[in-house]
Nanobody, 118 residues
Framework: QVQLVESGGGLVQPGGSLRLSCAAS????????MGWYRQAPGNQRELVAVVTSGGSTNYADSVKGRFTISRDDAKNTLYLQMNSLKPDDTAVYYC????????????WGQGTQVTVSS
């Protein structure tokens, strides 16, 4: 079993920054891909950013140039650096991990609230 715990959310003003962390209970060397998703009230959960075990990254168009996903294998931790935050970034942010294939297994954290408001 893989347990994921997010932290770092909070209330910030537009233009501010936050760094989200996701601590995994197992070595992330064993995880094929990790990503950040978010869900705002009334909306579907959407992919924000993903990083594979090979180091490839991908971002939603809405966050390109503002958010950066990274991982620290020694600390078994995934990060999302969020800069130039906008009110539309307000959502619950979830950490996700994918491991295995045929089929893969997906794991989710509990989520952390990010609110961007004046």
């Amino acid at each position: 079993q893989v347990q994921l715990v997010e932290s770092g959310g909070g209330l910030v003003q537009p233009g501010g920054s936050l760094r989200l962390s996701c601590a995994a209970s197992v070595s992330i060397f064993s995880i094929n891909a990790m990503g950040w998703y978010r869900q705002a009230p009334g909306n579907q959960r959407e992919l924000v950013a993903v990083v594979t075990s090979g180091g490839s990254t991908n971002y939603a168009d809405s966050v390109k140039g503002r958010f950066t996903i990274s991982r620290d294998d020694a600390k078994n931790t995934l990060y999302l650096q969020m800069n130039s935050l906008k009110p539309d970034d307000t959502a619950v942010y979830y950490c996700n991990a994918r491991r295995g294939s045929s089929p893969p297994t997906f794991y989710w954290g509990q989520g952390t609230q990010v609110t961007v408001s004046s």
